[in-house]
């Protein structure tokens, strides 16, 4: 996740647009949920070790996060969905 812009500035879900025309972006902190509950159904012992490593929270909670979360939220066209 840390090397990937698409995803700090929202991950593009593809194909999902709003009734108003907006494209649809998960946010990297819902993105990190979804993949946790993902490794959850198909190996509990990695979703543990997944669920105590706190490393993406750490990046999560760096204020550049913020920056470009707040940079993509006010561009037109674009909706973000998820925790933040």
């Keep these: 996740m840390n090397h990937c812009e698409p995803v700090i500035f929202g991950f593009p ?21 979804d993949a946790r509950t993902l490794c959850g159904f198909m190996n509990t012992e990695v979703a543990d070790w997944l669920g105590d490593w706190r490393d ?26 998820g925790r933040r």
């Design 13 to 33: 879900l593809k194909g999902q647009i709003t009734a108003q025309g907006t494209r649809l972006r998960t946010t990297p902190h819902q993105l990190l949920d």
């Design 56 to 81: 993406f929270e750490d990046l999560l909670a760096r204020p550049q996060v913020a920056v470009a979360l707040r940079y993509i939220d006010r561009q037109p066209g674009i909706a973000l969905q």
